[in-house]
Every structure is written in C-alpha cells, then in structure tokens.
C-alpha cells in the first residue's frame, strides 16, 4: 500500500516538473491578410513587429495574398476555420472582398480593416489614414503654392479601392475652391505604371500650359518625373505624390529634388496592433480610427529624415532590448523551474525524511553556486560599464579634438593655397611679391609641420615610447633665453615682461628639446591671455630637494571649471579667445612628469594665473660638472606687432574695414584688396566697430573667432544700428559647416566664406555686393519719396528721416546740422548714409522732399503761391518761384495751370 503511494506520488512529481518545464505558448494568434508586399507595407510591418515587442503574450502570422483578389478571398475564409484570435486584414479591393470580411465577422472572429474599408459596416475596427483628407490637404497645399493659378495632370489610382476614390474626391473637392486651378486630364492606372509610360507623353505634348502634376503615389509621381525628364519637361513641373515613405520612397525623393511634396500616408501598423490588443483584452476601442497627414516638403523633410532616422535606431534598441529580455526570461524560467523542483522535492520529503536531508543540502549548495554566479555577473557588469564610460569619454574627447585640430589647419591652410592660387594666375610675377608670399607659405607650412608634430608627440605618449634625452646644461641660461626670445613681442604689447633669479647659473641635467615646449607653450599662452600694460614675471627659485620655476601673469585668469580641466587632452577654455588644440598644457604636463616632476596651477578670475613648474634637485658631484651652454631653437616666437592699419587708395572710391585676427591673413588681404579699395585693418571686433563708426565703410570684412566679441555679434551690430544697417557684412570662419552657415545668416551676414578660401571668389563676392548696393542706391535716386522699396532696417530709417523733414518744412534754417543731431548722429555719417542709400548729398533729398511737398500743395490746395513758400520753407516766394522753375521748367503757377 505504502510502495503504491509512493509510486503514485513519484508519477505525480514527475510529471509536476514535466509540467513546469514546458515553455508556455502565446495566449493569442493573430494573422495579418495583407493584399501585397511593397516598401510602404514593410514600413507597415516593421511597425506592427515594434509594438508587438511590448506585448510577448501575442502570436503574429503575416499571410501575403501578392494583389490577387481571389486568393485573398480564399485566404480570409480558410482563416475562419483555424483557431484565430483576431484578424487583421489590408484588402486588396473594396467591393469583391466584402462579402468574405462579412462572412468572417458574422462568424464571431473579430476583424480588423487595415488601409482599406470594404462596402459594408459589419467589420469590427478600421484603422487608416483618411484618405479624402489627405486628397483634400494635397489640393489645398498645391492651392497655396499656386496663387496665380495653375493646370493640372492628376494620375490616379486604379479606381476600383477605396484609397483610390476617397483621393480623387478630396482633391477634387479642394480644387473647387481654388477658381485659378484646373484639372485639365487625368490617368488612371488600370494595368499598373504601365498606364504612366505609355498615356503621359501624349498628354503633356497635347497640354503644353500643364505646370503639376499631382499623383495617387509617390512611385506613380517619381515615374512620371522619370517620364518628364526623358522629355525635358521636368523643370516646368511641380510633383505632388502620397505615401511619405522614407529613404528609397517619396521622404528621399523630396530631399533630392525629384518630388517638390509628398503627403504622409500613415501605415497604422503600431495604431493596428494596439487596435487588436484592445479587443482581445476586452477593453474600450475606437470603431473608425483616423490617421493624420502631415504635408512633407524642401522645408521639413530633413527634420522628418531625422526623426526616422532616430526612430529606426530606437527600433534596433527595442529589438536588442527584446532579446535581452527573451534571454532574462529563459533565465528566469530555468531559475523557477528550480524553483518548482524544490517546492514539489520538499512536498515529496515531507512524507520521505530520509531523502529530506540530501534534497536540502543539494538545494543549499545550489543556492550557493547561484549566488556566485549572480555575484559574478554583477562584477562583469559593473566593469563592463566602468570600460564603456571610459571608451564613450575617449571618443567625444577624440571627436572634439578632431573638429578643434582641423579648424586650427584651416587658417595656415589659406595662407598657403590662397598665395599660391594667386601666383599661379598671375601673367607676370614680381620678384619681390614672390619671394613675399613663398615667405607667407613657408612660414605657415611649418605652423602646419609644428601641429603635426604635436600629434606625433602625442600618439608616442599614448603609446609609451617617448624617452627623455637628458643632457647636462645651465637652466638659469637655457629658461633666460627663451625669455629673451618674447622681448619684441612684450613691447609690441607693452607687457612687463621679466625674468627674475637670484643665482648666475644652475647646472641640471634635463632633456631641452620637451622642456623648451614646456616653457614657450605656458609663456606663449601668457601673452595671449595678458591685456596690453599687463605683466608676465618668470622666476627661478631652488632648494637642496628641489627647482621651482614660476611663470605668473595678471591677464584674465580663469574658473573653477577651466581649473579643473586645464590639463586634460583636447580641452580649451576661453574659447572665443583661440582656437588652440587642446594639447598644449596636456603635453607640458607629461614632459614634466618624465622628468619626475609636477606644474602646479592656480589661478583666479579676472586676477591672472601662476604656473609653477616643479623638478626634483640633488646637488651632487655630476651636476656641477662641466656643462652645455649652447641650446637649440625648438620654436619660433612670432613678434608681429597688433597695430591698427589705415591704406589709402587715391583711385578707389569704396572703403573697406577688414577685421581678422591673424596678422599673416591680414596683411595679405590688405596686400590683395589695397589694389582696388580704400582699408582700414584692425585685429578685434571692439577696434573694428569704433572704425565701422568713424568711416561708415562701403563694406566689412571679418572673421568669425575673434578675441572677446566674435564675428557673429558684431554683424548683428552693425546690422542693428541705423547708422550702419547698410553695409554689407562678408564673414571669414574655418567654421564651415551648414549650422555656422545658418548662425551667421541669421545674424545678418550678406556672405558667408570658409577657410581656406579662394582669393578670386572672395574679391567676385566683394565686387558683386558693391554693384548691389550701387544699383540700390540708383533706384532709391529715382524714388526718393518712396522708401517702401528699401530693406526693413533702412525703410524704417528713411521713414523717420522724412518724417523729421516734414515736421521742421516749414523752418526756413532746417539744416544737415539740425537733422542730424536729432537722429543722434554726426554730420558726416548722415552724409554718407544717406549718401550709400539714395545716391543723393543730404541737402538735394530736402530740396527733393520741398519740391515735392509743394507740387501737392499746388494740386490739392487753394493757396496762393506765397503761401504754399512759407508752407515748404522759402523766406521769399520769387526764391521759391525760381527755384521752382528750376527743378521743373515751369514757374509754380504754370505748373498748376497745367
């Protein structure tokens, strides 16, 4: 009795275990009947396998029916049969599938209509784009476009599905209401895009006046444009088409100009599922559910590129996220199937003591092992996170510094392939200019060697093959003269530079080369961060244990967070000041250290900065030896004095303020631009402007990194101000991607070039701008009372100024004088704004306003002639009589007569 209880009872376990292993099966099946396969159903697919990634408990079978009715047909009613939760159907045709759907939905299987309706009500959900909308929203769009009227092609869908139908009445009804459009002809594609190819010639040669062409697809659009093209019509053309699909479908087509807008056609696959799940949850649900379109044109169509972009990388996360999850789950179902081991083991020991005690020590030792296992992977984890933080860190720390080193390669770069253009279109070269501008090459093809041997520098550290060179020298000597070596500079700047040691010599064995860069790149950046009257003090001191060398400034200091940074690779503070690399302090840091030293940084805002470099010391025997005096060059000081340039060019009638603060670049524009123009150089936007206000230049050019205010804000100065509103601004940037480009239009910028430039383009630029603005002032000339014609900011000028004649007219001592301090500006920069805007001197645009405030006078008053001169501002009405007939060869009388 006892042997068959157990027996029953071991049955039992087993098959409690056979039961718990089991993978458990979805809880639905649904079946998608899709009517054929093409790009715009594999976006519909791809959302419908996204969202069904948050919902694991549902099976998904995809049947394809490749446009044949009948076989759909078949398929739907074969479904009604099978053990399927809910359908999900895209019919192929409305009318020939209603019948089947009704069927199917009248047996109790819950339909879901996807895309497409069918003739009938008796379905369970639809969900699609509405169609008649979005025919509507194209007819209403191509309205907008064409407000002067247009003739239509409209190619169609065949006309037997609802898509088809709906699109045609939609457009058809939103071109009601435009009386200046009209659809002239019309193709429907019966057998396919072979309809296109083989009606759509004959069409457009029988409608010459045809100007859209507005398609029920964008494959059907893209093929006409095809069609057009082969013909030579497809310049004349404005292509409309529906779906929106991204990269090989209507989206790429918009952004590569074959199609001018496509109206999104939501696929609804992830509104479908969500659909489904609701009805086999028994939870509320939208019968008619309506997609939105949206209209994709040249304006939105990189923005929505991008976001399907993000999208698509947002799938493959869920996708790798999923299968984490399904591998989670496999390991969480092994781990309860143990689980369910030990709960049935110890049911089973309770009537079993004797097999209680080895159940519960292998149970014991497994928990053991498991919690190894989870404290190992926990450890992985964690180190595996640790190496991605830093790998992440690493290439944001490389990519910034690439994006740094190619701007600071951009500025030598134009110096070497701009001289070199030009003296390669020169017919005659002069030896002197040559030799100049090889000078100009030279010098800035070893700024470019000097970079390049930075990076060399640094891969030898990453790689820890540099080695130290150690020679026996004076240090007193060697730091003295690279001190030296920044005295013209310190004058140029007026900088108090000293080098202070209380000793004559310091034998020390060290290797020059890496220390050299240590105390020309530290001392260099002191001149560059130290306002001219400011000072850079360089001090060695010693003790029996060590050398300390200090090299201190009161220029602008830095932050906290400069502090902090200062010695990481690629980081540069104060970046509106230099476009430094970013290796500078980092490579100086690691010379030190191989040296078995250390630079100590502090400094503060607005107060100035102290590096103090300090090396270990022994004064033994070998250091006080005989020592090497002579010390190589391993840099070049550059010592060009910063000073304002005035060039005047006797023949030239335009002046030109040119704003650029490498000196190289400045003086070789103002050599290349003096031939033609007036210049006026300077190094920084503050200097620049107070020029821009002296001279109120015909033109400006400027870089965009300058020191304190940057090329942007000056242009939307200069821009700002009335006085100045009128000069046309070229910016000059190593910064040429399309976003700098973007910024700098907005500010206000007529021309935006990018390092290295060609010289020719940039003077075609600069010739091109001030023919512009001469013929504006040709034109103002001509309608001088009517300032609508001028830009925003020189309208509202002009309309002020007029305003200001016509509220002192009658003030017979109205002068340039008067007027212009009450705009609040200097007599000589109204003469040459008005001068730039209307070609004309500011006493003939009075005389102009008088004259033409008295011919109204003449033709809509009774007053005499007398009265209309005290009116306009004569003393004397016989002054104003012959002034009068001056202008226009009759007296104001005969004017008026006539």
Known sequence: ?????????????????????????????????????????????SEMLRELAFHPDIKLEILESYGDTQKQIEQIRELSKRKVDLLIISPNESKPLTSAI??????????????????????????????????????????NQFKNGGNIIEVKLFMTTSPAIERDRGFHDAI???????????????????????????????????????????????????ITKEIGRNKQLFFVGIDGIPETGGIQNVKNGILDATMLYPTGGMEAIQTAVKILKKQHFEKDNRLLTNVINSENVDIMLSQIKKIKEQQVDIERQALKITALNQTFSSQRNRLYFTTALLTVVVL???????????????????????????????????????????????????????HEFKTPLSLILTPTEDLLFQKSIDAKETRSTLQLIQKNANRLLRLVDQLLELRKLDAGKMELQLVKHDLVAFVKNIVLDFNVKAKSQHIDLQFICPFQNLPFSFDAEKLDKVFFNIISNAFKYTPQGGLIHVTILKNVEKIEITIADNGIGMNEDDKAHAFDLFYRGNQNISFGTGLGLALSQE????????????????????????LPYRQTAENMNEITVDFPKYHIVQNEPVVLEKRINKSADNTIVLIEDNIDLNHFLQDKLFQHYNIVATHTAENGWDEILAHIPDLIISDVMLPEMDGYTLTQKVKNDFRTSHIPVVLLTAKGQI??????????????????????????????????????RRR???????????????????????????????????????LSQELGMSRVQLFRKISALTNKNVTDYIAEFKLQKAKILLKNSDKNIAEIAYETGFNNPSYFTTFFKQKTNQTPSEWRNG
Request: glycine fraction near 4%.
């Open 102 to 143: 009704e069927e199917v939905t009248k047996s109790g299987l819950p339909v879901v209509l996807i895309d497409r309706k069918v003739n009938s009500e008796l379905y369970t959900a639809f969900v699609g784009a509405d169609n008649y909308e979005i025919g509507k929203t194209a007819g209403k769009y191509i309205a």
């Open 591 to 614: 010379f030190v250290n191989l040296h078995g030293g250390e630079i100590i940084l502090t400094s503060e805002k607005g107060k100035g900065t102290t590096f103090k470099i300090v």
């Open 780 to 818: 103002f000339s001509n309608e001088v009372m009517n300032p609508s014609h001028a830009q925003k900011g020189e309208r509202k000028f002009l309309v002020e100024f007029e305003t200001l004649i016509e509220k002192n007219i009658k003030d017979s001592s109205l002068s340039v004088e008067k």
């Open 352 to 406: 079993l003591g004797a097999l209680l005690f080895f159940l519960l020590r292998e149970k014991q030792e497994s928990n053991l092992i498991l919690e190894e296992q989870n404290r190992a992977i926990l450890e992985q984890k964690n180190e595996i996170e640790k190496v991605s933080n830093l790998a992440r860190k690493a290439t944001e720390d490389k990519m910034r510094f690439y994006s740094y080193i190619s």
């Open 1 to 45: 009795m006892k042997l068959a209880f157990v027996k029953y009872l071991f049955c039992a376990f087993l098959c409690f275990l056979f039961s718990c292993s089991e993978e458990q099966e979805p809880k639905y099946h649904i079946v998608f009947a899709q009517c054929c396969h093409d790009s715009w159903r594999d976006v519909m697919n």
């Open 739 to 776: 976003e700098n480009q973007i910024e700098g239009t907005r500010a206000g910028a007529d021309a935006y070039i990018s390092k290295p430039f060609n010289q020719q383009l940039l003077e075609e630029k600069i010739k091109g701008l001030l023919e512009n603005r001469d013929r504006m």
């Open 176 to 226: 009601a209401n435009a009386p200046n459009l009209k659809i002239i002809d019309a193709i429907e594609t019966v057998n396919g895009l072979e309809d296109v190819q083989k009606h759509l010639p004959t069409i457009l040669k029988k409608h010459p006046e045809a100007n859209i062409i507005f398609a029920h697809t964008d494959l059907i659009a893209a093929t006409s444009y095809k």
